[in-house]
């Protein structure tokens, strides 16, 4: 069984940032052959994609909603994916969840529908106004 830890998540003003991190130690050496997902779920709605980068860290989808504020970012020698999540808002409140899944085969766009084979226990992220 693969885990995925998420770390990083918190209660933030409006218009201030939080950093997430996803670790993934026991994907080891393979970790490069990954896609990793950030997603976010918030009370009532459902699941959405926020982020995904390619193994290589080259191809990046980010949503609509956090383009300009969003930054995603990986480490394949630590086996880490980073969120840089700037001028946050109250919306951007629920709980987020890196996810892996084999980049052959697929993309990082239909990764980010929520097609992913491991995922994180959550962190949750509160942005109050």
């Known amino acids: 069984q693969v885990q995925l830890v998420e770390s990083g998540g918190g209660l933030v003003q409006s218009g201030g940032s939080l950093s997430l991190s996803c670790a993934a130690p026991a994907l080891s050496l393979s970790f490069a052959y990954y896609i990793i997902g950030w997603f976010r779920q918030a009370p009532g709605k459902e699941r959405e994609g926020v982020s995904c980068i390619s193994g290589s860290g080259v191809w990046i989808h980010y949503a609509e909603s956090v383009k300009g504020r969003f930054t995603i970012s990986r480490d394949n020698a630590n086996n880490t994916v980073t969120l840089q999540m700037n001028s946050l808002k109250p919306e951007d409140t629920g709980v987020y969840y890196c996810?892996?899944?084999?980049?052959?085969?697929?993309?990082?766009?239909?990764?980010?529908?929520?097609?992913?084979?491991?995922w994180g226990q959550g962190t949750q992220v509160t942005v109050s106004s």
């Open positions: 996810a892996a899944e084999p980049e052959f085969g697929t993309t990082i766009e239909k990764t980010c529908t929520g097609i992913a084979a491991y």
